[in-house]
């Protein structure tokens, strides 16, 4: 290539909102090229040209000194004849035509802003709204794309002359930061940062409008507190997440590899599930039956100002009632948080769409999500193939909602459960947001099998025509696609509730999938639910009903005699007693017959104390138990008989968890082996537990098999909006 030269480079992916056009503009600038760079509705648009060996150079360059926050999906480059332009500008953004830039998730504060506000001698000092092309947020504000100012939630503060020096100004880091604010021209809070933070000192529960909506802070020393929060917010022991003031507090509460601090430390700031240390500071009822602490760092100015003023972990949850969506909205805060918190902290910046922290833990060296939501969302997952606009609308726990288009599914933040009228109108709301950014009209809407999920029943009624997607099957499905596997593998889908195809409740479920094709070739052998939903509040009944059909008269030791006789009457006439072959009902009962959680009190209780009691003896005890076979169903008489027997012998339980959890690497592998599978993809609830799955994928590997997990998806629920959109046209889709 000799001579001028003019390339157009189009990038696709998130690349709006980190500062790529500023960079593009510098970097032309540097080599001496001209042209142009411009935000469209598909991502970025560049064309540059000059001499041949620069235009060259440009283009290495662009690669090798991105924005480090931006992700390419994918690119199209072409050379063209030179068009004489005369010098290199921003040009105003076309958004013309059907958006599929990804929106980018919102950043934590960058180093340069927090010394920024930390700096008395800096106009924005203790301004808690500061921001930057490298930080900041983004998914909540932006109303429409492509990413301006126009199109977020800050349109309505015009920008004073110094901040609208630094937006047009190439050599400034705030060139073309959409969110640019100062104390001057941008939000302000309506309660002081001292105030709040007295609050706190006292002992009072503060709710703090946040990047993606209201939190409830308060004390995580204070058990007193912590029981305060508990009580107002009805959440009685699911644990509850903590923000330190600094990595060095983290460290100090917390047992963290280098990994889990990449991860705290990260722009995408999530809350990070880790091993607390023994002289943890945190008040016992935080965590609770968890076995790990769910800790954060500080990720807006508001939070960095508010930490440095109290100095002290605060627990900080999400601002709503349980079970009910987070609070957005002034309004929202005086009817729902008011009676919650004895301070309600408040600003003028609105927020464009409800967000939650994002929930992760370290796995095999990299990040795992558990809940998907700030700093991820909704960046898309690439997929091997064009699909038609789809929308998925997920599960009833956990939901997210999925848009389809051509190779790229955009899955939405953490909604939650549909149990609530408030929720399920979240849930319609986040639809009608994610299909109009986009500008999409699905053709095809994907859904769960189960007839009464509030998810289903929208589907229904949508007009458009479904696609429903058996609940394991979307699981496997959900995993494969995010990790590009490619048939033939061994799915093992582990959870605790999911509708069969034949009307029973799944759960342990193995698919053989090749060919387009998922056939069922091993599942957990069926027992019954006494009581059905009952015996997911009370897993003492599913430990009831395992040692009904194994003829035991004597059942399980402190229970009511009365209950007892009415629950195995109901066994006998099977009254109200579905069947399952759920893997999560039978860590229920193995938890229930060791006598450490005959009851639950949240969704995956009991299955949690169990994987913390293992935690506490032995790494690998003698003796582990054993599900019998390696297709068709699944014989769990032999693991229940000795647990019975060894419990009944007075082993202590974290020998009897342990025992149970390796049973279950040994299971997967000789089903693996069974039906030759050389890669097996894990996924369901089940797989959160990182007891089972550490030891699962070494058995895996040791046995040759290459071990597939979840790394940019949840493994529960939260991911299946993802599988029920590969799937939506395929024959898996009934």
């Known amino acids: 290539m000799r001579g001028e030269q003019r390339l157009r480079i189009s990038l696709h992916g998130a690349v709006q909102g980190v ?88 950043l934590a504060t960058c180093t340069e802003c927090l010394a920024e506000i930390l700096d008395p001698r800096q106009r924005r000092h203790g301004y808690p709204f500061t921001n930057c092309t490298r930080c900041g947020p983004r998914y909540t504000i932006v109303r429409d794309v492509p990413y301006d100012r126009p199109n977020t939630t800050l349109a309505g503060f015009p920008l004073c002359d110094e901040c609208r020096r630094e937006y047009t100004d190439p050599a400034d880091r705030r060139f073309h930061a959409q969110p640019i604010a100062c104390p001057r021209c941008g939000p302000r809070l309506e309660v002081s940062i001292a105030g709040a ?134 309004e929202g805060a005086r009817a729902v948080l008011a009676p919650i918190a004895d301070l309600v902290v408040d600003h003028d910046r609105p927020i464009a769409r409800p ?21 991820y ?11 038609p606009p789809t929308l998925a609308v997920g599960g009833h726990l956990k939901n997210t909602i999925a848009l ?41 809407v994907a859904c769960d099998l189960h007839p009464d999920y509030g998810s289903t029943q929208w589907a229904r009624n949508s007009g458009l025509p479904v696609a429903a997607v058996q609940h394991h099957i979307a699981h496997a ?45 091993a599942w957990l052998r069926p027992f019954r639910l006494p009581g059905g939903e009952a015996a997911i509040r009370e897993p003492w009944r599913v430990a009831e009903a395992l040692r009904w059909e194994l003829g035991d008269e004597e059942g399980a030791p402190g229970i009511d005699p009365a209950r007892r006789r009415t629950l195995r009457h109901m066994l006998a006439r099977r009254l109200n007693c579905p069947s399952t072959s759920s893997m999560g009902r039978l860590f229920d009962a193995a938890a229930a017959l060791a006598g450490i959680a005959p009851f639950s009190r949240f969704e995956g209780h009991a299955a949690m104390l169990w994987e913390r009691i293992a935690g506490r003896g032995p790494g690998d005890p003698p003796g582990a138990y054993e599900i019998a076979g390696d297709q068709g169903p699944l014989d769990w008489e032999p693991l229940v008989r000795r647990l019975i027997r060894d419990a009944s012998a007075g082993t202590p339980a974290p020998v009897l968890s342990a025992r149970f959890h390796s049973a279950l690497p040994d299971l997967i592998v000789r089903v693996a082996r069974a039906c030759g599978a050389r890669v097996a993809v894990l996924s369901g609830g089940c797989f959160q537990n990182a007891r089972l799955t550490t030891q699962t994928v070494a058995a895996l590997e040791g046995a040759g098999i290459r071990a597939v997990t979840h790394q940019r998806m949840p493994a529960n629920d939260g991911g299946l909006a993802l599988g029920q959109a590969v799937l939506a046209w395929t024959e898996a889709a009934e």
């Not at 056009?21 to 080599?31: E, G, H, Q």
């Not at 064309?47 to 662009?62: C, S």
């Not at 800790?295 to 100095?311: K, N, W």
């Not at 849930?427 to 009209?441: E, H, N, P, Q, T």
Request: aromatic share 8%; with cysteine; net charge negative.
């Open 19 to 106: 500062g790529f056009r500023p960079f593009v503009f510098r970097l032309a600038k540097d080599l001496g090229l001209r042209g142009w760079v411009s935000n469209d509705s598909s991502g970025l648009l560049v064309e540059v040209e000059g001499p041949a060996e620069r235009v060259e150079r440009f283009r290495e360059r662009l690669d090798a000194e991105r924005p480090p926050a931006s992700v390419i999906l994918t690119r199209e480059v072409s050379w063209l004849p030179p068009a004489g332009y005369a010098d290199f500008e921003i040009r105003p953004s076309d958004g013309s035509a059907s958006p599929s830039a990804a929106v980018l998730p919102d």
């Open 404 to 444: 389809a288009i051509g190779r790229q599914v955009f899955v939405s933040q953490h909604i939650g459960d549909l149990d609530t009228l408030a929720s399920r109108e979240a849930f319609v709301r986040a639809i009608d947001d994610l299909c109009r950014l986009y500008r999409i009209r699905p053709e095809r």
């Open 197 to 330: 933070a007295a609050a706190l000192r006292a002992g009072g529960i503060v709710a703090l409008k946040g990047v993606g909506g209201f939190q409830l802070l308060c004390d995580a020393r204070s058990e007193a507190a912590v029981a305060r929060l508990r009580e107002r917010k009805h959440r009685e022991a699911k644990p509850l997440a903590v923000m330190m003031p600094s990595l060095e507090a983290a460290r100090r509460a917390c047992r963290l590899s280098p990994e889990e601090e990449e991860a705290l430390t990260s722009p995408a700031a999530p809350i990070v599930l880790a091993e607390p240390s023994p002289d943890c500071p945190l008040a016992a009822n935080v965590n609770d039956a968890s076995p790990f602490v769910g800790v954060m760092l500080p990720y807006s100015p508001l939070h960095h100002l508010l930490m440095r003023e109290t100095g002290f972990p605060l627990v900080a949850t999400s601002g709503n009632v349980s079970g009910d969506p987070i609070v957005t909205t002034t």
């Open 355 to 375: 967000v939650d922290d994002s929930v992760v833990r370290v796995f095999r060296g990299g990040i795992s999500l558990v809940r998907r939501a700030r700093g």
């Open 377 to 387: 969302a909704p960046l898309p997952i690439p997929i091997g193939e064009d699909l």
């Open 477 to 521: 499905a959900s995993c494969a696609a995010e990790n590009d596997v490619r048939e033939p593998y061994l799915a093992v889908t582990w959870d605790g509730t999911g509708y069969g195809t034949d009307g029973t409740v799944w759960g342990g479920e193995f698919f053989w999938v090749g060919n387009g094709r998922f056939s069922r070739v």
